[in-house]
């Protein structure tokens, strides 16, 4: 089993919508859960992060983690085109040095 | 503040040939990692450094080398070359204080092994 497991989609959805992406964890001695976006061609940049369990809102994204089911998700309200990227979970524990990444779900807005 | 540099950002290589992918970073960060990305598989650890002259290995070590003589600058060597080596490679360094966190990633470098 990978210790993340993540949808690769691809996920298509109409400008507006909500989008929920999702990933899971096996190991529960990780701290921080964060999410990262990828633009085509591009390196990954830190979207946001949650420092053990709980919510996270910044604007259009919201972070969630339920530690108990070893879930992560990911969401954004009012989806722009703009939002088309991959989106990769990872996470991290400083006491083991081991960072994580899924796979990566490919997410497009249409217009 | 610069952030990650990392180059060069294209190179094509023979098998065979070795070479160093640069990566520096300006932030004082003391975690440095090397990363490839390949389709299909995300990213995944090659080497990854908690501080300058201490380095360990990740997933991926096989054909790479690294070292870590200051805290701004974490090369890459790539041995001896092979096609299972095309890839994009991302070094990136990051900190963590309790609950406060940040992890910058370079643009990356794409390789090619013909």
């Known amino acids: 089993q990978k210790e993340v497991e993540q949808d690769p989609g691809p996920l298509s959805v109409p400008e507006g919508a909500i989008v929920s992406l999702n990933c899971t964890y096996s190991n529960s001695a990780f701290q921080y859960f964060m999410w990262y976006r990828q633009y085509s061609r591009k390196g990954p940049e830190l979207l946001m992060y949650t420092y053990s369990s709980g919510n996270k809102e910044d604007g259009r994204f919201t972070a969630q983690v339920d530690k108990s089911s070893k879930y992560i998700s990911l969401f954004i309200r009012d989806s722009q085109p703009s939002d088309s990227a991959t989106y990769l979970c990872a996470i991290w524990g400083s006491g083991t040095y081991k960072y994580i990444f899924g796979t990566g779900t490919r997410l497009k807005v249409l217009a | 503040n610069a952030g990650v540099t990392q180059t060069p950002k294209f190179q094509v290589l023979k098998t065979g040939q070795s070479m160093t992918l640069q990566c520096a970073q300006d932030m004082n960060h003391e975690y440095m990692s090397w990363y490839r990305q390949d389709p299909g598989m995300g990213l995944r650890l090659i080497h990854y450094?908690?501080?300058?002259?201490?380095?360990d290995q990740g997933e991926v070590p096989n054909g790479y080398n690294v070292s870590r003589s200051t805290t701004e600058d974490f090369p890459l060597r790539l041995l001896s070359a092979a096609p299972s080596q095309t890839s994009v490679y991302f070094c990136a360094s990051s900190y963590s204080e309790g609950s406060n966190y940040g992890y910058t990633f370079g643009s990356g470098t794409r390789l090619t092994v013909v």
């Open positions: 450094s908690v501080g300058a002259g201490i380095t």
